[in-house]
């Protein structure tokens, strides 16, 4: 499967399709009665706002995009103390539907922290719900500790996890 898969900075066709995809795993994930974003805040206006200009990336399997994610420099929502670390934040992971359970959660997961080695970086952080026991397990299982317990602005309790880069 890897020597079929590729990832790299979304171009603008690319980040349409990234969004899409994003609206299909809010529909799916709500039709399950597990919802987790707001569909609302899928438009590239708004996710820039939210991030100060992320950098989009997708996965690719041959000619299909099977995922994707944002990696950005900073994070002052959650991570305000640690604004002078060399660490990309890492949010809005997706991996399409009919496409999971099949290693490329783990594939994206091992290429970012690849990727953040290569470009300086000492740390990769993110933030997920807690309580989703399925994210935190994927998680740790690929070397991130948990450093943080937060809520956020909806009551949600936040894990911060942070992968050390060897």
Excluded at 44 to 55: G, T, W
């Amino acid at each position: 499967m890897e020597s079929d898969m590729l990832i790299r900075k979304a171009n603008d066709t690319d980040i349409s399709s990234l969004l899409s995809i994003y609206l299909d795993k809010v529909k799916w994930l709500n039709d399950k009665n597990i919802p987790m974003w707001d569909p609302t805040q899928f438009t590239i206006e708004k996710l820039k706002a939210k991030y100060r200009d992320p950098e989009y990336f997708v996965c690719y399997n041959r000619q299909t995009i099977v995922g994707g994610f944002l990696l950005v420099e900073y994070d002052e929502r959650y991570w305000k103390d640690e604004k002078e670390d060399k660490a990309f934040y890492f949010h809005k992971f997706v991996v399409r539907n009919g496409y999971t359970g099949k290693g490329y959660a783990d594939f994206i997961l091992e290429w970012v922290k690849k990727y953040s080695k290569e470009q300086g970086k000492e740390y990769v952080r993110l933030d997920y719900e807690e309580a989703r026991e399925y994210l935190k397990n994927m998680y740790i299982r690929h070397g991130f500790k948990t450093v943080d317990k937060i809520q956020n602005q909806d009551g949600v309790i936040l894990a911060k996890g942070e992968y050390k880069i060897k």
